[in-house]
């Protein structure tokens, strides 16, 4: 191979069409010596410091949160034990919607959108709460809820994956369909959850801290590393990014578009049981909007409503942030239309300086870089 | 445009005597450039009152972009619009209307539940006090349809009810409500059966004789030599040829114009006598109805297997057919012997094929994942235990495919999206390569993709082939399928025209089987 | 079905996820009315049969045990007697909705019409309708603004329920002798109407007594949402004296809050008056040691209302020859003392 054109072959009469990645790629990142150059902080700056790079714009926002609550009211946070009770406070209140974010997450980095969660999270309380499922004891409401909330995920997949439905379309009928099973369940009642196990979830502290952040903690973690070091993550990241890309290279793109959707009915289970523990009972309307708050973290936490990119993460942080939020308006007694407000705008924000991040901004850096260098 | 290689003819030529009047339309050195791309990139047209205007080349070409930007859709970068002598820049598709421009798109704009009258007045009603005159707009539709003999369609219809024939005419009739003094026609005939062809011809002489000026695109050579009166002929976004006589300008020529044959490559040698192995792919009367018929072909083990055919010729759908992308009616394909299962890439790919296809990045690439996980794709799942990838492993194995194939950048953890053409290319290529792949459908694997990366790209299907991998491959190019294949198959059609050993062909041959197939009538198939 | 190979069927059908089938099969205990709320009343002869009387009925169709308790009454209420037919319609999700099934209902020709709407105000119209059509209307629970929209009134006294809850808290920490209490709100869905009048009333009442609302939260009436703002409240308010809590459904998690955050320094005065709430009472064993009633039980009097109206005849013990205009449930304090004198009335 030559890298000088050999002598037989005539150039163009002009040159060829600049693909500007090309120039792009000449030009900042330049040679591998030069990426070696940069070392690590070349990493920060490319394209998979980027999570990275958001996150810890949440997590600024989050202790800009803190420093709100604290000079909002220094009374509170001057006493560590009240923090530490309040931070405990926040991460329980994330709990639930956090284990249904996760699973929210995965479907929409792969391509879909699940509107059904909060009505998974009720049937399968619901269901679990019968008194002829409590009577199988701790086990068997588990067992009934994490069942459920699979099924349900299965028959959304299935419509979705293989009945060619818009996903928006199947789970928004999958919205109402449940409700209305669940309501049929219950008869409209609340049903009490009799089981000591199952409402010491919510009541237990292990080693200072709620079992209910321990089941958030594993579900994040095993949600982390699902998506980011297994092949089932990879074809997650496959399939929403390029489906056709995906589909050619051989991947069984509505198989896992099917697990997709079941991954969320499962973690929609998971939540059933832990919100049932908390209210120590369940009803046709609990969760209510739970939808909403999953996808809005979702979309703050950086990740592509389009698909192909996001993180795990990163949704976990948008949730803390909402959960705070919350808190940070209970502790001042500030009125829950405001805090709606606030929410909104969260959003509203979130997503503008992504936009801004992805366009003039990174470009600013990496002129800006070149530049330097 | 200085120079012109192959033929050194002049680019722009004295108009054709049968043109007459003046012009009405004048693009200089027009420039377009999307992010990524640059669609135009030094236009010129020239287009005469009365005459119709013929815009030939491939997809890819530049031909959408240049009519948006005489639509008003797009602005030029650069470069210069004239149009009736004045320079003119369209704010929006309503000034280009109003300056008497009208455009008839191939997915035809119209609103199909409002009514023929309500379509061709669409935005510009006649109205009085706010209130739509009715009367008056079903009349002029009437006189309009009339004008344009069709004075059989009901203006009070609605346009869902019409044939896709009745569409078309309800659109020219839009662009004669705004009084338009040149109409673009985008590829009008492919929705039309072919005696439907016939009365669009005649509406169109119908038009040029009152002096309006049409540009017409369409992929098909017959229908220009008998509607056009000049060529202007586009490749990647630029007038490689203009105002050639339609009717007389060979069809060689126009078609090595649009195919571009700008540069000469280098082809790696053929390796003597090399013996070719089993027969690894045995394709047998596959056929899908509307795009190719009864096909059948092998390849060898170690043998390059080039198909020529124009774009439309159903070589991309029967690579994808073969990959089981698409369900195939009729027909079998054997994989060393054993049926694939139709319908099915999952199947294929385990049987050992592997596919480069035609759209490299929306149908190939995960554009902002990085290099590694693009080149792993098909294969991810080797590297992992329970699912779980070892990451090092896999990095390795894609580093090692960078590195043989030479690509730039070499660190794999960048995102695919900064590579150029080439090396994107690569990244497929290398993706069926560590899949240890026995049979590669490389669809237009060169197209954007610059010389020198060409040349590299050759090697290493060669350097594949020999160490015993068998390759299908489609190319617009003709000389890129005769200097890189074994064995030529022509597809015109959707039917295999000839089949024959790549010395035994020269350009001009394939050329004219596949555009004409007449002079050729009878060769073996 | 036995007790038994009902459980078996239920728990197996969620094994393998058929839900829809068995559903039809699941039943709780509760969703039975008590028989007291179905006693027919038997002053002045008023129980004896007379004209046939078709009563239409209509109320939301929302998961709520309050809501529930509502439709079951009046249906259990119907069946007590001999003479009443009942054509119920479910008014599906809004008041656009429930204004269409009103219309199937008038063509079914009913003598009186029992409705619960979703919103007074926007079914006003409807209330207006069918009286010049000659229909009286029993207007349930949420007022009509235009008296000439029903014939009767019958409802709950929400204002009243802030009031004594708000007396309530005031005596017990007058009798513990506390000063400056902090004293803490859980209310339902703020956005409607009677959530504001519950509060209001609450407040001037505290105002009255020298006391005022330290924080208050918003819930939306479900055990869930009840369970997420105490936590949050218990979070603002590291030391509180008195709770009121809007709704007894929503306080089922309002109180598993409580217990998770171990919290017991205070007392909490429900809302409405649940059997669940009235057995917390009783037993003594969690902060709950009041509820204000709202009770569902008025569905039951609206439909005697309505067979007395469509029958002509006045109330028993009234003087009157026809049943009155307007009809203000008081709500009752409920307390450990006389918890078992509600308890048939809880639902």
């Known amino acids: 191979m030559t890298d000088s054109p050999p002598a037989t072959t005539q150039l163009p009469a002009q040159s060829p069409p600049v693909d500007p990645a090309e120039t792009e790629a000449a030009g900042a990142h330049a040679t591998p010596s030069h990426a070696a150059a940069t070392g690590r902080l070349s990493w920060w700056h490319g394209d998979s410091g980027e999570g990275a790079r958001r996150n810890l714009a949440l997590v600024g926002v989050l202790v800009a949160l803190f420093a709100i609550g604290a000079a909002t009211r220094s009374d509170l946070y001057s006493n560590p034990d009240w923090v530490w009770a309040n931070m405990l406070s926040i991460l329980k209140l994330a709990s639930v919607v956090g284990v249904v974010t996760v699973g929210m997450t995965f479907v929409i980095i792969g391509g879909g959108i699940d509107l059904s969660v909060g009505a998974i999270v009720a049937l399968a309380g619901v269901w679990c709460?019968?008194?002829?499922?409590?009577?199988?004891?701790?086990?068997?409401?588990?067992?009934?809820?994490?069942?459920?909330?699979?099924?349900?995920?299965l028959v959304n997949g299935t419509l979705i994956a293989y009945g060619r439905l818009v996903p928006f379309i199947a789970t928004l009928a999958m919205l109402v369909a449940a409700r209305g099973l669940a309501a049929e369940i219950s008869d409209k009642q609340t049903q009490i959850s009799q089981n000591s196990t199952i409402n010491g979830i919510a009541s237990t502290n292990l080693l200072g801290i709620p079992v209910l952040v321990y089941i958030l903690a594993a579900v994040v973690i095993a949600g982390w590393v699902l998506l980011n070091r297994t092949t089932f993550g990879r074809r997650t990241v496959a399939v929403g990014g390029n489906p056709e890309a995906a589909r050619l290279a051989g991947i069984d793109v509505k198989r896992h578009t099917l697990l997709l959707y079941a991954l969320s009915g499962l973690c929609c289970g998971i939540a059933a049981i832990m919100l049932t523990a908390q209210a120590t009972s369940a009803q046709a309307g609990m969760a209510n909007l739970y939808e909403l708050d999953a996808i809005?973290?979702?979309?703050?936490?950086?990740?592509?409503?389009?698909?192909?990119?996001?993180?795990?993460?990163?949704?976990?942080?948008?949730?803390?942030?909402?959960?705070?939020?919350?808190?940070?308006?209970?502790?001042?007694?500030?009125?829950?239309?405001?805090?709606?407000?606030?929410?909104?705008?969260?959003?509203?924000?979130?997503?503008?300086?992504?936009?801004?991040?992805?366009?003039?901004?990174?470009?600013?850096?990496?002129?800006?870089?070149?530049?330097?260098? | 445009m200085s120079e012109q290689p192959d033929s050194g003819a002049p680019l722009v030529e004295a108009p054709a005597d049968t043109v007459a009047g003046e012009v009405v339309l004048r693009l200089t050195d027009v420039v377009k450039t999307f992010p990524g791309v640059r669609a135009l990139d030094g236009v010129q047209l020239e287009v005469r009152a009365g005459e119709v205007h013929c815009l030939l080349g491939q997809n890819g070409a530049g031909k959408s972009t240049l009519i948006k930007v005489l639509a008003g859709v797009h602005r030029p970068d650069s470069g210069l619009v004239e149009w009736r002598g004045q320079p003119v820049s369209f704010a929006n598709p309503q000034a280009a209307m109003r300056a008497g421009i009208a455009?008839?798109?191939?997915?035809?704009?119209?609103?199909?539940?409002?009514?023929?009258?309500?379509?061709?007045?669409?935005?510009?009603?006649?109205?009085?006090?706010?209130?739509?005159?009715?009367?008056?707009?079903?009349?002029?539709?009437?006189?309009?349809?009339?004008?344009?003999?069709?004075?059989?369609?009901?203006?009070?219809?609605?346009?869902?009810?019409?044939?896709?024939?009745?569409?078309?005419?309800?659109?020219?009739?839009?662009?004669?409500?705004?009084?338009?003094?040149?109409?673009?026609?985008?590829?009008?005939?492919?929705?039309?059966?072919?005696?439907?062809?016939?009365?669009?011809?005649?509406?169109?002489?119908?038009?040029?004789?009152?002096?309006?000026?049409?540009?017409?695109?369409?992929?098909?050579?017959?229908?220009?030599?008998?509607?056009?009166?000049?060529?202007?002929?586009?490749?990647?976004?630029?007038?490689?040829?203009?105002?050639?006589?339609?009717?007389?300008?060979?069809?060689?020529?126009?078609?090595?114009?649009?195919?571009?044959?700008?540069?000469?490559?280098?082809?790696?040698?053929?390796?003597?006598?090399?013996?070719?192995?089993?027969?690894?792919?045995q394709v047998e009367g596959l056929t899908r109805a509307g795009e190719f018929a009864d096909v059948s072909l092998t390849v060898r083990a170690g043998e390059i297997v080039g198909i020529a055919g124009l774009v439309g010729s159903g070589r991309s759908e029967l690579m994808e057919t073969i990959y089981g992308a698409r369900r195939a009616e009729s027909g079998t394909v054997r994989m060393a012997g054993r049926a694939l299962r139709p319908g099915s890439v999952g199947a294929a790919v385990r049987a050992g094929l592997g596919m480069a296809p035609e759209e490299r990045k929306s149908q190939?690439?995960?554009?902002?994942?990085?290099?590694?996980?693009?080149?792993?794709?098909?294969?991810?799942?080797?590297?992992?235990?329970?699912?779980?990838?070892?990451?090092?492993?896999?990095?390795?194995?894609?580093?090692?495919?960078?590195?043989s194939l030479e690509m730039r950048p070499r660190d794999v953890r960048r995102a695919v999206r900064t590579l150029s053409g080439g090396n994107q290319q690569k990244v497929v290529v290398g993706r069926w390569l560590l899949g240890g792949t026995k049979l590669l459908l490389l669809d237009e694997p060169t197209r954007g993709v610059d010389v020198g990366a060409r040349a590299?790209?050759?090697?290493?299907?060669?350097?594949?082939?020999?160490?015993?991998?068998?390759?299908?491959?489609?190319?617009?190019?003709?000389?890129?399928?005769?200097?890189?294949?074994?064995?030529?198959?022509?597809?015109?059609?959707?039917?295999v025209v000839r089949t024959a050993q790549a010395g035994e062909l020269d350009e001009n041959t394939v050329l004219d089987l596949v555009m004409a197939g007449s002079l050729m009538e009878g060769a073996p198939a | 079905m036995t007790q038994h190979s009902r459980r078996r069927l239920l728990f197996g059908g969620a094994a393998v996820g058929a839900g829809v089938l068995l559903s039809a099969c699941t039943s709780n205990e509760s969703s039975t009315p008590t028989e007291a709320q179905t006693k027919a009343a038997d002053g002045g002869g008023n129980a004896e049969p007379g004209k046939q009387v078709t009563i239409g009925f209509s109320a939301p169709a929302e998961s709520h045990g309050w809501i529930a308790a509502i439709t079951n009454n009046a249906k259990a209420q119907a069946g007590a007697y001999s003479d009443v037919e009942l054509k119920s319609v479910e008014a599906g999700a809004d008041a656009a909705a429930q204004?269409?099934?009103?219309?199937?209902?008038?063509?079914?020709?009913?003598?009186?019409?029992?409705?619960?709407?979703?919103?007074?105000?926007?079914?006003?119209?409807?209330?207006?309708?069918?009286?010049?059509?000659?229909?009286?209307v029993v207007n349930l629970d949420r007022a009509f603004p235009d008296a000439k929209a029903y014939r009767l009134q019958i409802k709950g006294d929400n204002y009243g329920m802030g009031v004594s809850a708000a007396n309530f808290i005031a005596e017990q920490l007058k009798a513990k002798g506390v000063s400056n209490p902090v004293i803490a709100e859980i209310a339902g869905m703020d956005a409607l109407e009677l959530t504001q009048e519950r509060t209001k009333g609450f407040n001037d009442t505290l105002a009255q007594h020298g006391l005022k609302v330290a924080n208050r939260r918003a819930a939306e009436f479900t055990v869930d949402t009840g369970q997420r703002e105490a936590a949050q409240l218990l979070q603002a308010l590291p030391k509180i004296d008195a709770i009121w809590n809007h709704d007894d459904d929503q306080g089922v998690g309002v109180l598993a809050a409580i217990s998770q955050a171990n919290r017991n320094e205070f007392f909490m005065v429900g809302g409405a008056g649940s059997k669940k709430a009235m057995e917390d009472?009783?037993?003594?064993?969690?902060?709950?040691?009041?509820?204000?009633?709202?009770?569902?039980?008025?569905?039951?009097?609206?439909?005697?209302?309505?067979?007395?109206?469509g029958q002509g005849r006045g109330m028993g013990d009234l003087v009157e020859l026809q049943v009155p205009k307007e009809i203000v449930l008081a709500s009752e304090t409920i307390t450990k003392e006389n918890a078992s004198d509600y308890m048939k009335l809880g639902f």
Request: glycine share 10%.
């Open chain 1, 129 to 153: 709460t019968t008194v002829a499922t409590q009577s199988f004891g701790a086990g068997g409401m588990i067992f009934t809820a994490i069942v459920v909330g699979v099924a349900v995920g």
């Open chain 3, 99 to 136: 204004r269409a099934a009103l219309s199937t209902l008038i063509s079914q020709k009913p003598d009186v019409i029992v409705l619960l709407p979703f919103d007074g105000k926007e079914l006003n119209s409807f209330g207006l309708e069918a009286m010049a059509a000659g229909i009286p």
């Open chain 2, 456 to 495: 590299e790209l050759y090697q290493v299907i060669r350097q594949l082939a020999a160490e015993g991998v068998g390759v299908l491959l489609v190319s617009s190019e003709v000389p890129e399928v005769l200097g890189l294949a074994d064995r030529v198959l022509v597809m015109r059609e959707g039917r």
């Open chain 2, 364 to 403: 190939a690439l995960l554009l902002g994942e990085p290099i590694y996980r693009n080149v792993t794709l098909a294969t991810f799942s080797r590297y992992a235990r329970f699912g779980f990838i070892d990451a090092g492993r896999e990095q390795a194995e894609a580093d090692r495919i960078a590195e």
């Open chain 3, 281 to 309: 009472i009783q037993a003594d064993n969690t902060v709950l040691k009041a509820t204000v009633t709202y009770s569902p039980s008025m569905a039951s009097s609206a439909i005697s209302l309505a067979r007395l109206i």
């Open chain 2, 103 to 281: 455009t008839i798109y191939q997915e035809l704009d119209l609103v199909a539940d409002l009514s023929v009258a309500e379509n061709a007045f669409l935005g510009h009603e006649p109205r009085r006090l706010g209130f739509v005159r009715r009367g008056q707009m079903a009349r002029h539709t009437r006189q309009i349809l009339g004008r344009l003999g069709h004075a059989e369609i009901p203006p009070g219809r609605m346009v869902r009810a019409l044939p896709a024939a009745g569409k078309q005419v309800v659109s020219m009739a839009r662009a004669l409500s705004h009084e338009a003094r040149l109409i673009i026609m985008d590829e009008p005939s492919a929705v039309l059966a072919h005696d439907e062809v016939e009365n669009l011809f005649r509406i169109i002489r119908e038009l040029t004789a009152q002096g309006i000026a049409v540009i017409y695109i369409s992929h098909r050579l017959e229908e220009i030599r008998e509607i056009g009166d000049r060529v202007t002929v586009l490749k990647d976004g630029r007038t490689t040829a203009a105002n050639l006589p339609a009717r007389d300008t060979p069809t060689r020529e126009l078609v090595s114009r649009m195919t571009g044959r700008t540069i000469e490559y280098v082809f790696p040698d053929r390796p003597e006598g090399s013996a070719l192995g089993e027969e690894l792919l």
């Open chain 1, 296 to 373: 809005a973290a979702v979309i703050i936490g950086g990740t592509l409503l389009s698909g192909g990119r996001g993180t795990i993460i990163g949704s976990l942080l948008g949730v803390i942030i909402f959960a705070t939020i919350t808190n940070l308006f209970a502790i001042n007694g500030l009125s829950i239309e405001a805090q709606n407000m606030v929410k909104g705008g969260i959003i509203v924000a979130a997503v503008l300086i992504q936009q801004v991040q992805f366009g003039s901004l990174s470009l600013f850096f990496r002129r800006n870089r070149l530049t330097t260098s």
